[in-house]
């Protein structure tokens, strides 16, 4: 009989690539995760992995063992998800793992809203960036993530996850006032030369006005990186440089030095921040979870993005 928690190992082993930073999302010792991953090998009868520079990788019986524990571990999800809602009623903690932008537009609002609906259940956020918090929900620090989709990252057919969509923004260009580009329509191929200010290498957002760029046919020169997006619009108002900026994160903000210029629509068609919440293949019907899901998705729709 195959222990699940083995497979588990085995997951964050294939997640993070090396043993060191796989018992560090589970809490144990590198040398409790070797142990625990040449146990799963006797118990299949294979060798599940092959060395790869300083970390490891599956070899094809561990993508098989990795598919199974997939789909293993999320049925158990559903077996603790339909206990909970045979108990006495949706009462506890859940934590949600979201970034700045959407803790303000959607996050907060809900917690509000299930106050009045479903009090028992308390939400703890925490900070974390679009392609964080995905981890931290597969780590098991995060029974929700809310995150944004991104090159390289899970898909909506990754089957350790079960995803909602919330909402998509476009993105707006954000220049110093009196900038030669403000009195024309938005072209990105006209800004191939400016000096560009934006989030970090990683931030998903980062990714998404490369790959604008790259449509238009340059990559952007980032000299100045910040994923604090008013950090981001006061440096444009400073003159170091212009920025494309989710258009929620410009909700609210003061803007002094700076003006905005919608994307237009072939542009802005290509070029949004989709976000979606995700939970754990199986969790989906979770007394304490779905009340969370319905009401970001209810406030998602009332946002008024456009």
Sequence with gaps: MIDTRRLRTLRAVADHGTVTAAAATLHLTPSAVSQQLVALEH?????????????????????????????????????????AAYATGAAGEVTAACFATAISAVLSPAIVALRATTPGIQVRVRDAEGHQSLAMLLDGEADVAIAVEYRGGPDAADRRLFRVPLYAEPFDLVLPEGHPLSGSAVDLAAA???????????NPVHDVIAFACEQAGFSPRFAHCSDDFRAVVALVGAGAGIALVPRLALRDMTLPGVTVHHTPGPLAAGMERRVFAAVRRGAESHPLLRPLLDSLQQISGSLGIG
């Design 43 to 83: 118990e299949v009868g294979h060798r599940l992995f092959v060395r790869d520079g300083r970390g490891v990788r599956l070899n094809a019986v561990g993508k098989i063992m990795l598919a199974h524990a997939n789909e293993v571990l999320a049925q158990l999800e559903r077996a603790e998800a339909e206990v």
């Design 192 to 202: 191939s030369g400016e000096t560009w200010i934006g989030p970090y290498p990683g």
